[in-house]
């Protein structure tokens, strides 16, 4: 009888130490579950710049500003169409920056009632051009002047993009709608770059 006692207080210890070893088994497992990592700190959060900010009311005003002067004798109908920008740099251009600063200059003159950009992009939906259309020529730019009923496209076409080192090259135009041709001309040749600071103003 006490042999069997002692047996089973054995058995009981025995049993006792193997389930402290599953508890402390289990606690190691908790313990040591896989953490999640945190990401990669050199994801970057924010997108990187594409293109850097260019001062397009310094680069466009002198050529403005020349385009105004050669064109004071102009009559008949004044209403003017500022076409999209003719890109031929092979860069990216940021299209609507110098679409806003050549109408904000435009507004500024008293020659020329310029079209609108409302009007304009209506105008475009009535003959089927896309409002990101990249295929721009002066063509296309005097048949929506002509849907339009304004009697000047101003055409400008982008050579090359101002780098730190260079400066933009391009060229603006006025032209007749009623005959296509090309009234005045200017390229950034033509204008003092030392000067357009004073030409802005």
Not at 25 to 52: F, L, M, R, W
Not at 57 to 63: C, D, F, M, R, Y
Not at 158 to 176: F, G, H, I, R, V
């Amino acid at each position: 009888m006490k042999q069997f006692k002692r047996t089973a207080v054995i058995s009981m210890l025995a049993l006792s130490l193997a389930g402290c070893q599953l508890l402390g088994s289990n606690q190691k497992t908790e313990v040591k579950a896989p953490i999640e990592t945190p990401s990669d700190p050199g994801v970057v959060d924010t997108p990187p710049q594409i293109a850097k900010t260019i001062d397009w009311n310094t680069i466009l005003s002198p050529l403005v500003n020349k385009i105004m002067q050669s064109s004071s004798s102009i009559e008949g109908n004044k209403v003017l169409l500022i076409s999209d920008i003719q890109n031929r740099s092979g860069d990216y251009l940021a299209t609507n920056q110098v679409d806003e600063t050549l109408h904000s200059l435009m507004n500024k003159q008293n020659l020329f009632t310029v079209a609108d950009r409302q009007s304009i992009n209506r105008a475009k939906q009535a003959l089927g051009i896309s409002a990101d259309d990249r295929l721009v020529s002066r063509s296309k730019m005097i048949g929506l002047a002509k849907s339009m009923n304004a009697g000047y496209v101003l055409f400008t076409t982008l050579y090359k993009s101002p780098s730190e080192n260079d400066n933009a090259n391009l060229s603006m135009e006025l032209l007749s709608t009623q005959t296509g041709e090309i009234l005045q001309r200017v390229t950034s040749k033509d204008v003092p770059s030392n000067n357009v600071q004073g030409a802005a103003e």
